[in-house]
Each structure stands twice: as structure tokens, then as C-alpha cells.
T-cell receptor
Framework: DAEITQSPRHKITETGRQVTLACHQTWNHNNMFWYRQDLGHGLRLIHYSYGVQDTNKGEVSDGYSVSRSNTEDLPLTLESAASSQTSVYFC??????????????????FGPGTRLTVL | EDKVVQSPLSLVVHEGDTVTLNCSYEVTNFRSLLWYKQEKKAPTFLFMLTSSGIEKKSGRLSSILDKKELFSILNITATQTGDSAVYLCAVRYSGAGSYQLTFGKGTKLSVIP
């Protein structure tokens, strides 16, 4: 079955290290998104991409970067991890090819999340 | 200023109660409103609403959109402990090639036996 996966599911790292979180979807969706979720803030958009070679900054993009070299993957990189980046990170996708419920491009489908702790 | 506002932020009810969750939004370039349920994992899709006054229903859950008053409600009847979750409201604002969703902070629902 088509799906969206994230890895690792849990990660502990130290301040200043570079960290990359992976996101992979098999729906052939054009649109992919990275969010972070923190208590009191809900889901906040970090970066997003509408296709190969396209990347855009979201609401909280400082300290993060993404690259889109193919349709299936949008890795998120923390260039120099900071304690303020301790959070749960979700990847999502949407697209004209539908998803599990085959709805419109409005509906985003979420990966299982990565819990990142920066010490 | 928040573009999507949910209320209440948290709610505790007993099994069998009926609950109503609220979501208000800004009108500019509104395209659609979505509800998600989040247990201790990823948000899962519940409903998408685009037209005013048309109820979407799935079992004990239902939702309706009021585009005049700029809000949506999510109703859950005969609540069960399995309904305990954070319910997220999100709005897609239209624009050239814009597929982003703006999320509210969520309503945490706790259903106690």
C-alpha cells in the first residue's frame, strides 16, 4: 500500500551537530511539507515543496533546510542543532494523485513523526 | 494574530456526552477547512468542508461550515474513551499555487468513563 514514512522515529543529538530527518512517500504526491509540533503552538510549517527542485520557507524556517531531488523524498536538515529545536517533527504530503481516501489536493496525509531531542 | 482559532483548548467529558468543538477562521482567500484527529501519533484526516451549510458525517462525528459567520463546528455524539484525542482544525487559503494548510492550536478532548 502507498504510504508516507519518516526515519528515525526517535533521535537524540547534541547541540551544534548536523541532523537530517528523512521523509518518504509512495503516493507520487507533488506537494510535501515539514511541520514541528510543540505544546502551546500546535503544528507550525517549517518548509514545503511543490515539486522536484522546488523548496519554500514556512513560518519557522530559521535553522532548517530541505532539498527535493525526486518526487518521493523531502529530507529536513538541521544545520547546527539547538535545544530550541527539540520537538516532534511531522512530514506530510498532498497531491493530485490522491491518497488513501483519494480526496483533493487540499488534504494532507501525515507521516508517523520523529521525536528529536537536542541536549 | 492567529488565522485559525479553536475553542475550547481543552475539554473533559463523561462517556455518553455530546461535545461541540469550534473553529473560527479569517475570510480572506478561504478555500477549504479540514478537521484532523490526533491521538499519540500523527494527525489523521476526518473531514474536509468547502460549502456552507452542508453537513459531513461519519458515524458519531459530524461537521458543518458556516461561511457567513466564518466558523466550523465538529460534533461528537455519545462520546467514548476512544474519542480522547487532540482535534485539529486547518484552513487552506487559496492563492496561486498555494497548497499550505494553516492549523489552529487544537482542542484536547478527554473522555472519562
Amino acid at each position: 500500500d502507498a504510504e508516507i514514512t519518516q526515519s528515525p522515529r526517535h533521535k537524540i543529538t547534541e547541540t551544534g551537530r548536523q541532523v537530517t530527518l528523512a521523509c518518504h512517500q509512495t503516493w507520487n504526491h507533488n506537494n510535501m511539507f515539514w511541520y514541528r509540533q510543540d505544546l502551546g503552538h500546535g503544528l507550525r510549517l517549517i518548509h514545503y515543496s511543490y515539486g522536484v527542485q522546488d523548496t519554500n520557507k514556512g513560518e519557522v524556517s530559521d535553522g532548517y533546510s530541505v532539498s527535493r531531488s525526486n518526487t518521493e523524498d523531502l529530507p529536513l536538515t538541521l544545520e547546527s542543532a539547538a535545544s530550541s529545536q527539540t520537538s516532534v517533527y511531522f512530514c506530510a504530503s498532498s497531491g493530485v494523485n490522491g491518497g488513501p481516501l483519494d480526496l483533493s489536493t487540499d488534504t494532507q496525509y501525515f507521516g508517523p513523526g520523529t521525536r528529536l531531542t537536542v541536549l | 494574530e492567529d488565522k485559525v482559532v479553536q475553542s475550547p483548548l481543552s475539554l473533559v467529558v463523561h462517556e455518553g456526552d455530546t461535545v461541540t468543538l469550534n473553529c473560527s477562521y479569517e475570510v480572506t482567500n478561504f478555500r477549504s477547512l479540514l478537521w484532523y484527529k490526533q491521538e499519540k501519533k500523527a494527525p489523521t484526516f476526518l473531514f474536509m468542508l468547502t460549502s456552507s451549510g452542508i453537513e459531513k458525517k461519519s458515524g458519531r462525528l459530524s461537521s458543518i461550515l458556516d461561511k457567513k459567520e466564518l466558523f466550523s463546528i465538529l460534533n461528537i455524539t455519545a462520546t467514548q474513551t476512544g474519542d480522547s484525542a487532540v482535534y485539529l482544525c486547518a484552513v487552506r487559503y487559496s492563492g496561486a499555487g498555494s497548497y499550505q494548510l494553516t492549523f489552529g492550536k487544537g482542542t484536547k478532548l478527554s473522555v472519562i468513563p
